[in-house]
């Protein structure tokens, strides 16, 4: 089956430094989402790209969806306290009935 | 609420007993998908219904796990005679039919099997 490689499992970075983190698959997706998620909490989707090559920002967040469709980065600018977390990359490709893969995630840990 | 609903929200229960989990999705949404998470690990994928299509169950870990969603909406994952190892986040998430893919998750289920 698909698989969506994420690394490295943990990050640790400096409150104000930016971040990027990767996501790489061995199959071809059509979608490519960004989730986040905190402490109890279900994650949170963060951006969703729907095209090869396709560039997205939310706020201090920066998503890409690669051009041989098997990968996609996530880019946090300014990091601050409340990013800690886990971010999880996810991949689907086309049909009504396929399902969301999603990768094993990155533990964001942020140092103020 | 208009979010994916869970319950319980925690839940301990005795090596050896059966437990069921709940999960309403979000009204309209026809796909729905469970989930588990052990600590400090990634989501496992369990199971995954779509409309009126048979579910996808490749990633129930045994044959003590199964879920149910009736009428096409609220889902039930049942786990039969609980080990310890069962114990992790359950979580359940759903989606549009044919929509873009974006999942919307609930808060999830915590079952503890002592």
């Known amino acids: 089956g698909q698989q969506l490689n994420q690394s490295p499992q943990s990050m640790f970075i400096q409150e104000g430094e930016d971040v990027s983190m990767n996501c790489t698959s061995s199959?071809?997706?059509?979608?490519w989402l960004w989730y986040k998620q905190d402490p109890g909490e279900g994650p949170v989707l963060l951006i969703a790209?729907?095209?090869?090559?396709e560039l997205t920002s939310n706020g201090r967040l920066t998503a890409q969806f690669g051009i041989t469709r098997k990968d996609s980065f996530l880019n946090i600018s300014a990091s601050i306290p409340s990013d800690v977390g886990i971010y999880f990359c996810?991949?689907?490709?086309?049909?009504?009935?396929?399902?969301?893969?999603f990768g094993k995630g990155i533990t964001l840990s942020v140092r103020p | 609420g208009a979010g994916v609903s869970q319950s319980p929200s925690n839940k301990v229960t005795e090596k050896g007993k059966d437990v069921e989990l709940r999960c309403d999705p979000i009204?309209?949404?026809?796909?729905l998908y469970w989930y588990r998470q052990s600590l400090g690990q990634g989501l496992e994928f369990l199971i995954y219904?779509?409309?009126?299509?048979?579910?996808?169950k490749s990633g129930l870990p045994s044959d003590r796990f199964s879920a149910e969603r009736t009428g096409g909406s609220v889902s039930t994952l049942t786990i039969q005679r609980t080990q310890q190892e069962d114990s992790a986040v359950y979580l359940c998430?759903?989606?549009?039919?044919?929509?873009?893919?974006?999942?919307?998750f609930g808060e999830g289920s915590r079952l503890t099997v002592l």
């Open positions: 998430a759903s989606s549009l039919s044919g929509g873009t893919g974006e999942l919307f």
């Open positions: 199959s071809i997706f059509n979608t």
């Open positions: 790209l729907y095209k090869a090559g």
């Open positions: 996810a991949g689907r490709l086309t049909g009504a009935n396929s399902k969301l893969t």
């Open positions: 009204s309209g949404h026809t796909a």
């Open positions: 219904f779509q409309g009126n299509s048979a579910p996808d």
